[in-house]
């Protein structure tokens, strides 16, 4: 279940925007990505996903290179969601998580008892299954969120990459989705602003500046006060939670 990159480069016409990139996910880990606006992140989580082709560098899964997998067998291993957005669809919360199966299906194959099971196990899980019925419409912003998380569990992966899927929720909710993150026991990747959530849901945390990984490691080694200060451009202080054992950061005024 570990996930690998070597040296991956992409950009868009004469623009580089992912640089030479390597990092490694071991099994079961949940892995930040932070960095400021621009740094290349949601790229860099596409090249992971295999939604997009990097122009060279590798992406491989337990040692084999994406490039060379269906896109059918890609999306049964590897499910990608994306930053919560508005949508005005009428679809119940079961048929959009109903989309989840469709690498499990072929265009003329009937909906299976297996289908079933696997969507009703992800509404479970997101605790979203007494919800299944409601149109998508009247749903709150972590409620959406949950579901596309639903949807991708339906998908039945061994990883999930999640492109800031705090975005727009209130803290309840951003704390709420982290620690359904966590308690997944998948191999996660997941892109972040929020420096103190990171630091408390991260096994391990990228620093993305221009492209480049600036630094990599534990939270404890990578949020260090001269990083806030040389990549985030903010003062701060860092210290130990008494509460999660976690770095804690505190945003000194100017």
């Known amino acids: 279940m570990s996930i690998v990159a070597q040296n991956l480069v992409w950009g868009v016409k004469r623009?580089?925007?992912?640089?030479?990139?390597?990092?490694?996910?071991?099994?079961?880990?949940?892995?930040?990505?932070?960095?400021?606006?621009?740094?290349?992140?949601?790229?860099?989580?596409?090249l992971l996903a295999g939604l997009r082709r990097p122009q060279s560098g590798r992406v491989a899964f337990n040692g084999q290179d994406i490039a060379k997998l269906p896109r059918r067998a890609l999306a049964r291993q590897c499910a990608f969601v994306q930053q919560s957005a508005a949508s005005d669809t009428n679809m119940s919360v079961r048929d959009v998580v109903k989309l989840g199966r469709t690498p499990h299906r072929s265009a003329l194959s009937a909906w299976s008892s297996a289908d079933e099971a696997a969507v009703r196990d992800a509404l479970t899980r997101v605790d979203m299954l007494g919800h299944a019925g409601q149109p998508w419409m009247t749903l709150s912003g972590g409620e959406?969120?949950?579901?596309?998380?639903?949807?991708?569990?339906?998908?039945?992966?061994?990883?999930?990459?999640?492109?800031?899927?705090?975005?727009?929720?209130?803290?309840?909710?951003?704390?709420?989705?982290?620690?359904?993150?966590?308690?997944?026991?998948?191999?996660?990747?997941?892109?972040?602003?929020?420096?103190?959530?990171?630091?408390?849901?991260?096994?391990?945390?990228?620093?993305?500046?221009?492209?480049?990984?600036?630094?990599?490691?534990?939270?404890?080694?990578v949020l260090t006060e001269d990083l806030l200060q040389e990549i985030f451009r903010v003062r701060a202080r860092v210290a130990t939670s008494p509460y999660h054992g976690r770095p804690q950061i505190d945003f000194l005024p100017e």
């Open 15 to 46: 623009k580089t925007i992912v640089s030479d990139v390597s990092l490694s996910v071991a099994p079961g880990e949940t892995l930040g990505l932070i960095g400021p606006n621009g740094s290349g992140k949601s790229s860099l989580l596409r």
């Open 144 to 221: 959406r969120q949950r579901v596309h998380i639903a949807k991708a569990l339906a998908q039945e992966p061994t990883r999930m990459i999640l492109d800031e899927p705090t975005n727009h929720l209130d803290i309840h909710h951003q704390i709420e989705i982290l620690r359904l993150v966590r308690a997944l026991e998948m191999t996660n990747i997941v892109a972040l602003h929020d420096l103190n959530l990171a630091a408390m849901f991260c096994d391990r945390i990228v620093v993305l500046q221009g492209g480049s990984v600036h630094a990599s490691g534990t939270p404890e080694e």
